[in-house]
T-cell receptor
Framework: DGGITQSPKYLFRKEGQNVTLSCEQN?????MYWYRQDPGQGLRLIYY???????QKGDIAEGYSVSREKKESFPLTVTSAQKNPTAFYLC?????????????FGPGTRLTVL | GQQVMQIPQYQHVQEGEDFTTYCNSS?????IQWYKQRPGGHPVFLIQ?????EVKKQKRLTFQFGEAKKNSSLHITATQTTDVGTYFC???????????FGQGTELSVKP
């Protein structure tokens, strides 16, 4: 089955620790995205990648980092510099990085920083 | 920066009542997409509108794109409990290839 996987579903970390969220897709999509979802604020774009070895900052990139070494994988690192990291993180992909393309979302990772 | 405002934030209806959510953008959009997120789930694509004044229907759901391509609406006729979830609009901009998501409208349906 084609799709996007994110692991783990729930993640707990202590304040001050970096944590990396996994996102893998087997849809052969070029573009991948990371969003953060907070209650009442919709989806806010953290980073996106149009192609392997390339990525751009979204609206709320501070305190986050990404890499795109493989087409299938787009891991997100939440660093200790992120002031309020507790949130629901969604990874998505689309055929190309164009606004006309449907985005396919993974199941999400709920990160809680204690 | 560019924003897409969506209202209302919450809507509680009795089963069988109609429901509408509205999106407004400060800038002209190239297209608008609608997504549904069930409780505990992830957003799933519903539909895309591209043309000025476009109207599309999916069974009890009617989607509209404004003439100026700055606003959109989703109307559900005779809601059912299966309609429960959060509905997001997402506006596209010609430059950058990004979607800007509205805040979402959470719909609850009382049987």
């Amino acid at each position: 089955d084609g799709g996007i996987t994110q692991s783990p579903k729930y993640l707990f970390r202590k304040e001050g620790q970096n944590v990396t969220l996994s996102c893998e897709q087997n849809l052969n999509h070029d573009a991948m995205y990371w969003y953060r979802q907070d209650p009442g604020q919709g989806l806010r774009l953290i980073y996106y990648s149009q192609i392997v070895n390339d990525f751009q900052k979204g609206d709320i990139a501070e305190g986050y980092s990404v890499s795109r070494e493989k087409k299938e994988s787009f891991p997100l690192t939440v660093t200790s510099a992120q002031k309020n990291p507790t949130a629901f993180y969604l990874c998505a992909s689309s055929i190309l990085a164009a606004a006309y393309n449907e985005q396919f979302f993974g199941p999400g990772t709920r990160l809680t920083v204690l | 920066g560019q924003q897409v405002m969506q209202i209302p934030q919450y809507q509680h209806v009795q089963e069988g009542e109609d429901f509408t959510t509205y999106c407004n953008s400060s800038t002209t959009l190239s297209n608008i997409q609608w997504y549904k997120q069930r409780p505990g789930g992830h957003p799933v694509f519903l539909i895309q509108l591209v043309k000025s004044g476009e109207v599309k229907k999916q069974k009890r759901l009617t989607f509209q794109f404004g003439e100026a391509k700055k606003n959109s609406s989703l109307h559900i006729t005779a809601t059912q409990t299966t309609d429960v979830g959060t509905y997001f609009c997402a506006g596209g901009l010609d430059q950058g290839g990004k979607l800007i998501f509205g805040q979402g409208t959470e719909l609850s349906v009382k049987p």
